[in-house]
């Protein structure tokens, strides 16, 4: 198995300039994207002999960009594949491509009675160079649920009616369902940004960011005073409260109000009060005043408070959570 990276969407909102030179330094060859933007944005530092595949694959008339930019695209109805054929035609060779097959999640890929169409007329694929044949996982972060095995059989199904070529079908959490699941060309996105890819378990990936927020006012509260918007928070006994310029402008969701944690060291700060444009309050009364200033850092995402701890919080997964990452954080790419 080969193993791809899904860079859509600025690389889970990580920066997908940084991020593709790192994982091409290691050896990945092919790189996934949804839009034709990301893809051609990738071109200064595109990886040599690197494949880059738009999913979305060409909206009509767009066809001819692809074939200048080298871009690949996933086809993932009769129509793309069409106008994709009638432009390898138009070329006079065979143009590359990826074939998407809903197995049952519904939203791309050709539906079984396109598939049908596809097989009865075979004519449909001349001019595709078929780099592969792919499918995408509904549930594969639930291990035991029950379409990971339906989709797996519908998967091999369509593989056996079209024409032999490698398969796609895994993302992170079906990496880890089996090697059943693997095939030739593996797609994790979100395990790559360390997010947990089963659901439930212990996370067998490393963490890869780390978010701090910087304290920019700290002040003493009495018993009964109230902290923020809708004055939704009142402190119980006298209360130490730090302002960190971060807020919901930059990704911290407003879900988090009143309900997430950052810490000091390893002291747990609970969030009090809601979540502002631009900044957060905490309740850091356990931190001893001379350690914590004005300009001092706390740790919203990193070892103790891991993004899927965080996207729990709020609500969300850990998908939303980092692609949410708003522009104003200061961004320091270790190592690359
Ligand atoms: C078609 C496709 N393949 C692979 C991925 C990567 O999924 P994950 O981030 O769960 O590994 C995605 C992400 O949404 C996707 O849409």
Same mark, same amino acid.
């Given at each position: 198995?080969?193993?791809?990276?899904?860079?859509?969407?600025?690389?889970?909102?990580?920066?997908?300039?940084?991020?593709?030179?790192?994982?091409?330094?290691?050896?990945?060859?092919?790189?996934?994207?949804?839009?034709?933007?990301?893809?051609?944005?990738?071109?200064?530092?595109?990886?040599?002999?690197?494949?880059?595949?738009?999913?979305?694959?060409?909206?009509?008339?767009?066809?001819?960009?692809?074939?200048?930019?080298?871009?690949?695209?996933?086809?993932?109805?009769?129509?793309?594949?069409?106008?994709?054929?009638?432009?390898?035609?138009?070329?006079?060779?065979?143009?590359?491509?990826?074939?998407?097959?809903?197995?049952?999640?519904?939203?791309? #890929? /050709? *539906?079984?009675?396109? =598939? +049908?169409?596809?097989? %009865?007329? &075979?004519?449909? @694929?001349? !001019?595709?160079?078929?780099?592969?044949?792919?499918?995408?996982?509904?549930?594969?972060?639930?291990?035991?649920?029950?379409?990971?095995?339906?989709?797996?059989?519908?998967?091999?199904?369509?593989?056996?009616?079209?024409?032999?070529?490698?398969?796609?079908?895994?993302?992170?959490?079906?990496?880890?369902?089996?090697?059943?699941?693997?095939?030739?060309?593996?797609?994790?996105?979100?395990?790559?940004?360390?997010?947990?890819?089963?659901?439930?378990?212990?996370?067998?990936?490393?963490?890869?960011?780390?978010?701090?927020?910087?304290?920019?006012?700290?002040?003493?509260?009495?018993?009964?005073?109230?902290?923020?918007?809708?004055?939704?928070?009142?402190?119980?006994?006298?209360?130490?409260?730090?302002?960190?310029?971060?807020?919901?402008?930059?990704?911290?969701?407003? #879900? /988090? *109000?009143?309900?997430? =944690? +950052?810490?000091?060291? %390893?002291? &747990?700060?609970? @969030?009090? !009060?809601?979540?502002?444009?631009?900044?957060?309050?905490?309740?850091?009364?356990?931190?001893?005043?001379?350690?914590?200033?004005?300009?001092?850092?706390?740790?919203?995402?990193?070892?103790?408070?891991?993004?899927?701890?965080?996207?729990?919080?709020?609500?969300?997964?850990?998908?939303?959570?980092?692609?949410?990452?708003?522009?104003?954080?200061?961004?320091?790419?270790?190592?690359?």
């Amino acid at each position: 198995m080969s193993c791809a990276a899904v860079v859509k969407a600025d690389a889970y909102g990580l920066g997908a300039l940084k991020v593709v030179p790192a994982l091409a330094s290691v050896g990945c060859r092919h790189f996934f994207v949804a839009h034709l933007d990301e893809a051609i944005a990738l071109h200064p530092i595109r990886p040599e002999k690197a494949e880059i595949v738009v999913l979305h694959g060409p909206p009509p008339g767009v066809e001819s960009d692809f074939v200048a930019h080298r871009i690949i695209p996933v086809l993932n109805s009769l129509a793309q594949l069409d106008a994709w054929t009638a432009r390898a035609r138009a070329l006079g060779r065979h143009l590359p491509a990826i074939l998407q097959v809903d197995t049952g999640m519904s939203r791309l #890929g /050709l *539906s079984p009675r396109e =598939l +049908a169409t596809v097989v %009865d007329d &075979p004519g449909r @694929l001349d !001019g595709v160079e078929l780099l592969y044949v792919m499918s995408h996982l509904a549930c594969s972060e639930q291990q035991s649920h029950a379409l990971n095995a339906d989709q797996l059989a519908r998967f091999k199904a369509a593989r056996a009616m079209l024409p032999a070529a490698p398969a796609s079908f895994a993302n992170s959490s079906g990496i880890f369902l089996s090697p059943d699941y693997h095939f030739d060309l593996a797609r994790p996105g979100a395990a790559l940004y360390g997010i947990a890819p089963v659901a439930g378990q212990p996370n067998p990936m490393r963490p890869v960011i780390r978010l701090q927020g910087k304290v920019i006012q700290l002040r003493n509260i009495d018993a009964g005073a109230v902290v923020g918007y809708g004055a939704t928070w009142r402190a119980p006994t006298a209360r130490r409260i730090a302002t960190v310029s971060v807020g919901y402008a930059d990704g911290f969701l407003r #879900g /988090l *109000s009143n309900h997430s =944690l +950052a810490y000091f060291g %390893d002291t &747990p700060l609970a @969030l009090v !009060g809601i979540v502002s444009m631009d900044t957060i309050t905490l309740d850091v009364s356990d931190v001893p005043d001379d350690q914590l200033q004005p300009g001092g850092l706390v740790e919203l995402i990193g070892d103790r408070h891991p993004v899927d701890a965080l996207a729990e919080e709020a609500g969300t997964i850990g998908y939303e959570i980092l692609t949410s990452l708003g522009g104003r954080y200061f961004r320091d790419y270790l190592g690359a």
